[in-house]
């Protein structure tokens, strides 16, 4: 058992990171401060009324209270946003950059404080919060970096004149988090922004509202002008109020399809350029020459990975006919291992999903899949830890279905948990061609020994983000993003600073004005 005062040590002037009481098992967290940030400090609303209770999955017990913004508050957090962009834009790229890497180095300090609280916040495993923390570490530094190259193009003209073009940053950038990676997301839409000279304002899901603050004070604590980076609470009210504010310039989502759509409608009004990382219903592809063992390994991560609540899922997994019966065999096998319970526990490898309502979502696409015909071959029920205080957690057990079909609801809807189809194809045209089969494409997967067959399949499969004999590997030097309706613009990577910013192109005149008057 540890006492934590507090998760950081509190910003000088500012109040504590996080006060909580904790011991190293779920059920213990209390979070008691105000989880809205501006203006460099956390924010108390005076306007309690809309409250909306905060759950922790692993135990189905309220966490806290949710105070959601409404336009007072949210033109506030803007203000605040715009306020900073003034100072920080005029900074240079090397002075972004200290800033930066004193972020990420605060963050690799509290490493394992910030992944319980996104453990408790989440449901995930400690094992895999951990990394996300790391990603998030990991993401600042790269934009650090970047920070110190922003430049532009020199273009000689004729008479000695020339041209140059200047990479400018945007202003108030809106970043809308998902529940599933809630400290990295904000890390993810925040690096770049601020990488390019803008601030922002994050809303996270009301669903995980924690983390993002912890992120904030970090921020604050590293040295960035008060209101960089700012936190709002809510729900589609309060997202719909940032969408609508006359003084932000681009908006980030991550989240459902539908969702996106209504996010680009409303940021169209004021012709605010977007950044869209939404759902999938990626296939992952299995060929007969593939080294079985690492296949199976690469399904089981495209599959199970945060409860299997992840945008990029191998969901559809396509295996050659001939390997079939070996490749189920093996992959039920590894998935009845699955240790599931306490997710701040070391030996769990699967917490709890997100919410009671999500659970029973998932488990009715199960019985969906039943009715149509699928088997399953494992897993697919409620689950039950041994530990009393998990009584009333979100817990399901990992699940397998086989005699899948391509017009099977399991095959066709992102089902966002811990469910794989699986699916059996003849030849490489076949599979090709029922793979793109789908609105989405965000991701998709190829396991084969032969080379040219790899990048001849990855060439014609029609998504953003594809891996070769590996999967939902997502190193923060390459983009991510997807094809068709999982979105626009990329995450991660160069490119991404094109997304944060804007160009702006100067014509010198070194002789006499031509003029046709």
């Known amino acids: 058992m540890r006492l934590l005062a507090s998760l950081l040590t509190p910003c000088p002037g500012g109040p504590a990171f996080l006060t909580l009481l904790r011991r190293a098992s779920s059920g213990t967290m209390q979070i008691k401060d105000p989880l809205n940030f501006w203006g460099g400090r956390r924010v108390e609303l005076s306007d309690v009324t809309g409250l909306e209770p905060v759950y922790e999955p692993a135990t189905g017990r309220v966490l806290c209270q949710l105070q959601p913004c409404k336009a007072a508050q949210v033109d506030e957090a803007v203000r605040s946003a715009c306020s900073a962009f003034t100072a920080w834009r005029k900074m240079a790229g090397m002075e972004r950059a200290r ?20 453990v408790v916040n989440n449901g995930k495993s400690i094992t895999e919060a951990r990394l996300d923390v790391d990603s998030a570490r990991l993401c600042i530094e790269y934009f650090a970096g970047l920070a110190t190259n922003m430049s532009g193009q020199h273009v000689q003209l004729p008479g000695g004149s020339f041209a140059y073009t200047r990479r400018e940053p945007l202003g108030v950038c809106v970043g809308i988090g998902a529940w599933n990676y809630p400290f990295q997301i904000a890390a993810w839409k925040s690096a770049p922004a601020i990488a390019c000279g803008n601030s922002m304002v994050f809303k996270p899901s009301p669903v995980t509202p924690v983390s993002a603050v912890l992120l904030a004070e970090i921020y604050a604590q590293a040295g960035v002008p008060e209101g960089l980076f700012n936190v709002v609470q809510g729900a ?22 539908p969702t996106g759509k209504k996010i680009m409608e409303m940021a169209s009004k004021g012709v605010k350029p977007v950044t869209l990382e939404l759902g ?38 396509f295996v050659h006919r001939p390997i079939l019966p070996q490749f189920l065999t093996e992959v039920v096998r590894r998935t009845k291992a699955i240790q599931i319970g306490d997710p701040l526990l070391e030996e769990t490898r699967m917490g709890a999903l997100v919410s009671r309502p999500h659970l029973d979502k998932v488990l009715g696409y199960v019985e969906q899949a039943k009715k149509e015909g699928a088997r399953v071959l494992c897993g697919g029920e409620p689950f039950t830890p041994a530990d009393p205080k998990l009584r009333n957690g979100y817990y399901m057990t990992p699940c397998v279905l086989d005699n899948c079909t391509d017009d099977m609801t399991c095959v066709r809807e992102e089902i966002f948990g811990p469910v794989m189809s699986v699916l059996t194809f003849d030849t490489e045209v076949e599979v090709l061609q029922r793979a793109n089969d789908t609105t989405m494409g965000l991701a998709a997967g190829v396991f084969t020994k032969d080379i040219q067959r790899a990048h001849r399949v990855i060439e014609n499969l029609q998504a953003g983000s594809c891996f070769i004999n590996n999967y939902n590997i997502t190193p ?37 004005v031509d003029s046709l008057f």
């Open 99 to 118: 800033v930066m890497l004193e972020t990420a180095r605060l963050i690799e300090k509290r490493r394992e404080d910030i992944a319980e609280v996104e």
């Open 476 to 512: 923060v030097e390459v983009p991510f993003g997807g094809y068709k309706a999982s979105g626009i613009g990329r995450e991660n990577g160069q490119v991404t600073v094109e997304f944060y910013s804007q160009l702006k192109t100067v014509v010198v005149e070194m002789g006499d």
């Open 280 to 317: 999938g219903k990626s296939p992952l592809i299995i060929f007969e020459d593939s080294d079985l063992e690492n296949a199976v390994r690469g399904a089981l991560m495209a599959n199970f990975l945060s409860q299997g609540q992840v945008c990029s899922n191998g969901t559809r997994v």
């Open 236 to 257: 589609q009210e309060t997202g719909t109020l940032l969408c609508h504010h006359p003084s932000v310039a681009k908006v980030s989502f991550t989240g459902s399809v």
